[in-house]
């Protein structure tokens, strides 16, 4: 694989934002017909070379070479006429839309008029070609995320990208689909494809990366290494220069007494249908509940009708020993429950005000940050300096916005707030979703600590090893409704995502 020549090389690229130097004169480069992994914690700068490379971003200096060719991108489109494209987490499909018309959009041919059924036929064809089928009649909202990230590949394999540009492709799909996409990138690499992936997945990097290059702090801290016979914590070690913990020590603790009971709770989306459907379940003190699922089954609706955001249709919620309806006072309620949204910046905090004045958000109007219509500033930088320090949150001052922290900073601010009052119950919601191996280990510390001061927690995540390590028990949701519960300790992987893509628990 090292005798190929490179499909592009990207050469001494610097990058400059307001105050940051966020690529520094950096090499990278990607071999034809070879999945190249590029690693490194948040703010790293390998979301920001990317984006380079698919012209979302024109660089201060540097030079791009695709096929030996140098070329100059000052648009996306400039970038998938030589062949490049990129992938997003998040995906860019028209839910309302067919799966050949979302392929369709953009493309400058035809100008007026669309041959739908021939372009249906290209595209399951394309879709054969690859050993990805998928209905190209489909609406998109009728897809599972794995068929839609499908999607999104032949989106750019339509285009004639030869380099895709893949960020964290796996992070919503289960086992089983991940299984699909791995035999489905190797499949195109003996193509000929050439493919970037990103990812903070070290164990699937290990698995299935022909090269690694390591970023810290805008520059290449390891060039081209061979993901072969390289381990994870070498990895990790290279990524935040310092030895990670992936197997959380935790303490066999005794479980301890009902903190949450939910009895046959039913609740819409946002469109108005239903989400939940009589799901019941049980927190227990001492304990972590993990709630697996694809994304889009009733996860979010369950968070937010638990914490107030949602209000329910039917069924109980009782919390402490007290049921919870629209009579409760939820501002006296969320004294006891602490709650670590998904959206960390838009739900989980307020990115204007400063660090100091988000870590108030739950006792403002407490003493001693408040006295009757006063806030003491004194107290407020007191207790910001504090929590600053015991949960070490890197930060320039107490008074820079949030909007300038790092996600990983971030999320232990949201976690400092919510976890200092010492809650019976504390619901996380995705709580390491795109963070580094160094900050998701701070957060699984953190988890385990409040499970240990005595907190009942539930704990959503898509990731399942995360899950496995940090779970006293594992309950999968599957539209709506529970499909199995099981202990985490000997959990069958397998069975577990299986559940997920709605099989009985008897599988």
Known sequence: MTDAPFAFEMRRIVKKFPGILANDHVDFACHVGSVHALLGENGAGKSTLMNVLAGLYQPEDGE???GGKRVAFHSPQDAIANGIGMIHQHFMLVPSHSVAENIALGLKEPRFFLNLNQLEEKVAALGKQYGMDVNPRAKIW???????????????????????????????????EVDALFYTLRDMTAKGHSIVFISHKLDEVVSIADH???MRRGKVTAAGAPSKGMTK??????MVGREVLFQIEKKKMQRGDVALAVEDLCADNERGLPALKNLSMQVYKNEILGIAGVAGNGQSELAETLTGLRQPKSGKIIFDHVTLDSHTNWLEVGKQMAHVPEDRAAVGSVPALSVAEN???KNFNRSPISSGWSINSIAVHSNAVHLVDEYQVATPSVDTPARMLSGGNLQKVILARETSGNPKLLIAVHPTRGLDVGATEAVHKLLIKQREAGAAILLISEDLDELLSLSDRIAVIYEG???????????????????????????
Do not use: H, N, W, Y
């Open 64 to 66: 791009i070479f695709v």
């Open 359 to 361: 870590l108030i958000l």
């Open 481 to 507: 409704q529970l499909a199995g519960e099981m202990p985490a300790e000997g959990a069958d992987i397998r069975a577990i995502g299986l559940m997920m893509a709605g099989a009985k628990a008897d599988v």
């Open 142 to 176: 009728q897809l599972s995320v794995g068929e839609q990230q499908r999607v999104e590949v032949l989106k750019m394999l339509f285009r004639g990208a030869k380099i895709l540009v893949m960020d964290e492709p796996t992070a919503v799909l289960t086992p089983q």
């Open 233 to 238: 914590p070498q990895l990790a070690k290279l």
């Open 212 to 214: 690694v290059t390591v």
